[in-house]
């Protein structure tokens, strides 16, 4: 029982506390690609523990008692005589752990077909307005707006408009495509899905909600990074500023312009890696936040399963 | 080159954009066939499929459909871009940033930053 409830406090308070924790510091800014795991990292800590704390509730303090043993003997009897033995506890645990489960498949498959049908959509129109052009090796639109953006899903397909080519030199041009293609070969869109699909299914989680909003901007520093082995920093920048001011501003989006600025100052100053030690501090927490909530459900258990067996050994 | 139905597609709307005035199967037919080899019945597969896909509109004069663009090639182009930024950047659709509509005093402060960085350091 006191398993279920540090578990459970630890959901509750995790849910809260972190996304609050989390975006403190520069440190994601540094490291954009270890921050984006460490956000999932957080969301599936969460929801693993939420999910931990009900089985444990659920499941009788005998079965606990008698350790994974007795578990696995139950879940074998369960299996191949279903009807004869059905512990009310288990019976809730599957349910909840079923329930969350498909919560999150029923969520997935909305948010990833419409994904899809949308991409489809969006990749025959371009077959009819857009031209593609083998030496940028992506399809220009005839329009005035400057943008570049690109469409996952298959090989993928950067878009640029006549606008963007209009504006930008060469150069620019060239870095701009090389964070579009920093996302499609990053499979970006998937950590976008990630986050929509989470917020989708548990809305109202604080946790969830910023994980969406953080991964959506961490995945541009990401994509600038890559960019930036290949191509000179301050072209990055001059292009984003270029992008940024350079449009119509009739369109009303979600993000404000906190992100560009962020990204132009981080193109403009040299990198800034994280050293050593809080590389590892990070990687360790994003294991611990991986690890903590089975390792606390399978205590008691393990403790019980050694002490079954040692009691067995013991020569009576 | 040409592949697919899809490829026809795009070639036979850039020739209904380009006409500006209502054209009939056979009208298009006689302009692609002084490039290609094509069949009537592929031409009228094509511009079937474009006019269930709303992007023909065509009314029937004697025995023969008269198809006509519903709307300028720069007009889709508007209304593509507009339904893409509309959804608010990123999405798991589309990955459009890049975008993020920026203040007058946001813009300025983006200027000035890359105004402040010192030319010499300008790799180019």
């Known amino acids: 029982m006191i398993v279920a409830v540090v578990l459970g406090l630890y959901a509750l308070s995790g849910a809260v506390a972190l996304p609050r924790l989390l975006v403190r510091g520069d440190w994601a800014e540094r490291a954009p690609r270890l921050a984006i795991a460490m956000w999932h990292a957080a969301c599936a800590s969460v929801l693993t523990s939420a999910v931990l704390a009900v089985l444990a509730a659920a499941i009788p303090a005998s079965v606990v008692g008698h350790g994974i043993a007795d578990l696995l003997e139950a879940c074998a009897a369960l299996l191949s005589d279903g009807a004869a033995v059905t512990p009310t506890g288990l019976v809730i645990a599957a349910a909840s752990g079923g329930l969350v489960g498909g919560r999150l498949a029923y969520c997935a498959a909305v948010v990833l077909l419409k994904a899809k049908r949308e991409r489809r959509e969006h990749a025959e129109m371009l077959c009819l307005l857009g031209k593609h052009d083998s030496a940028l090796g992506a399809v220009v639109l005839d329009h005035i707006e400057p943008i570049a953006y690109c469409l996952p899903g298959g090989k993928g397909k950067m878009v640029i408009t006549t606008g963007a080519l209009r504006s930008l030199p060469p150069e620019e041009v060239a870095a701009v495509l090389a964070h579009e293609q920093a996302h499609l070969q990053g499979r ?3 950590v976008v899905a990630a986050g929509e699909i989470l917020s989708r299914a548990f809305p109202y989680v604080p946790l969830f909600r910023r994980a969406r ?3 959506a901007r961490l995945i541009e520093l990401q994509a600038d990074d890559v960019a930036a082995r290949r191509h000179a920093r301050i072209h990055i920048a001059s292009a984003l500023v ?3 001011t350079g449009r119509v501003p009739a369109f009303s989006m979600g993000m404000g312009g906190e992100n560009a600025l962020t990204r132009v100052r981080r193109m403009l100053g040299p990198e800034t890696p994280l050293n050593r030690h809080e590389r590892l501090a990070t990687v360790a927490a994003v294991g611990l936040l991986l690890a903590g909530p089975a390792a606390v459900a399978l205590t008691p258990g393990v ?3 050694l002490a079954h067996h040692c009691h067995e050994l013991l020569p009576r | 080159m040409v592949r697919g139905l899809g490829d026809l597609e795009s070639v ?4 209904m954009w380009s006409y500006r005035r209502p054209a009939s199967v056979r009208d298009v037919l006689e302009d692609l066939r002084q490039e290609r080899q094509i069949a009537y019945t592929t031409v009228m597969t094509v511009m079937d499929n474009l006019h269930k ?3 023909l ?3 029937q004069i004697s025995r023969a459909y008269v198809y006509e663009a519903i709307a300028s090639k720069e007009a889709y182009t508007a209304e593509l871009m507009r339904t893409t930024l509309a959804n ?8 459009v940033h890049f975008l993020e509509r920026l203040s007058p005093e946001e813009a300025e402060a983006l200027e000035a930053a890359l105004q402040v960085y010192p030319p010499r350091g300008r790799r180019s």
């Open chain 2, 12 to 15: 036979v709307m850039d020739r």
């Open chain 2, 57 to 59: 509109r065509r009314k």
């Open chain 1, 213 to 215: 909003s953080e991964t």
């Open chain 2, 88 to 95: 608010g950047g990123n999405q798991a659709a589309t990955l």
């Open chain 2, 53 to 55: 896909k709303g992007l």
């Open chain 1, 188 to 190: 970006h869109h998937l």
């Open chain 1, 242 to 244: 270029r992008l940024a």
């Open chain 1, 303 to 305: 403790s019980a399963f």
